[in-house]
């Protein structure tokens, strides 16, 4: 059945950055059959956009989901006092929890544009066995996307690392859980639903070799791999002191300066640092939120792209950006950027393509990101009749500006997941109730 949406500002975010200002989207079998503005063609569905604004679905590429339990913790802290705090708390999580978290967090994403959601869960306590699978089942049940991550710590305290001992973990149970659920989860080929990454949590809770069996491990399964890396200067001096070089050059002798690896943070990066990344198409998830809320500092974004690194952008998790929001990731991507680099630094549309066809380069998914023939038929549609784009002539930079919105209508491979700003396979406030009921599990711990 092929689906025809019309009448719309269409945003493609393609290489000639095509945009058509009273276009058409033809959907077929989940993909994007036809994209234009001349004569449309025949669909056995037709819907009428109004003239509403069309984008790629939004591409997040770092998140921990099961973060929204434990929001405005450690409110002043850095990294290393926000993690010592927040540790023993997440240690309580199982599997109920997380599902509750995942789909809390995964909504947020859903209303925010966002049609496509890695999320890095590196926190399994003994004993507790499902946590990956009860994100999948909720990313599946709202209808978005998924990469979700067998993380991993066995770095404790005791040895020298961040995370209390009880919450490392033995580096064969970890492979071995990690190659079960590539096995039972992760899909293959364009249109992918669920995915599966290999993602040690960072240098500092991971032990050298950990870093290079995932390695190994990810690149037998033919799976991509993701850490944290360079977020602020004190993990720097960290690593000089634990492994005698800075955390860029850890990677290199572990093997994870490559073109299946992409990082969260890239704040303290030297021009060597961006060099390296360049050489071996490393890639960057860039999350101004996060960094600013924790003081980190700011990714040298323009730097980044301007030596070809690809970089897309992640919210980060729950605790550490109490938001969920993608569209306003856009947003302060493109602030931050003027801020180091002046109001030149970086466009709406520049901000705007950060956050789709970057996140999908960052992914390594040709799937999504762009709306074009041939991709999956994934795109946000939003309002430009609402108080706050009144008097934006140009509703591209309006959105971006004047971010956050909610979407108004979400479709991820031609099945809709938002109508009329509403989820449409959930109850946001059923969500929101039983949410808050596993939260107060974790209040004052």
Partial sequence: MTTLYRNGWIVTCDDAGTELPSGWILEDDGFVAGVGDGPEPEADDRVDLAGALVTPGLVNTHHHLYQTLTRARAQEADLFAWLRELYPVWAGVDAEAEYAAARTGLAELALSG?????????????????????????????GVRIVASRGSMDLGVSAGGLPPDELVEDVDAVLADTERLAAELHEPGPGARVQIAV??????????QLMSDSAELARRLGLVLHTHLAE?????????ELYGCTPVEYFAEVGWLADDVWCAHCVHLSDSDVASFASTDMGVAHCPTSNLRLGAGIAPVRALRDAGVRVGLGVDGSASNERGDLLLEVKQALLVARCLGGPAAMTARDALRLGTRGGASVLRRADIGTIEPGKCADF???RTDGLELGGADDPVAGLVLSAPHRVDRLVVGGEDVVQGGAL???DEAEIARE??????RFAGA
């Avoid at 049609?115 to 399994?124: G, I, K, L, N, R």
């Avoid at 993602?199 to 050298?208: D, G, K």
């Fill in 435 to 440: 949410h808050r009921m596993q939260a107060r």
């Fill in 114 to 142: 966002c049609t496509t959601v890695f999320d890095h869960h590196y926190v399994f306590p003994r004993g507790r066995p499902g946590l990956v699978e009860a994100e999948v089942q909720a990313a599946r049940e709202l």
């Fill in 232 to 240: 602020t200067r004190e993990e720097e001096a960290y690593c000089l």
């Fill in 424 to 426: 449409l396979h959930a």
């Fill in 380 to 382: 946000a549609v939003w």
């Fill in 199 to 208: 993602a040690p949590c960072s240098p500092f809770s991971v032990t050298r």
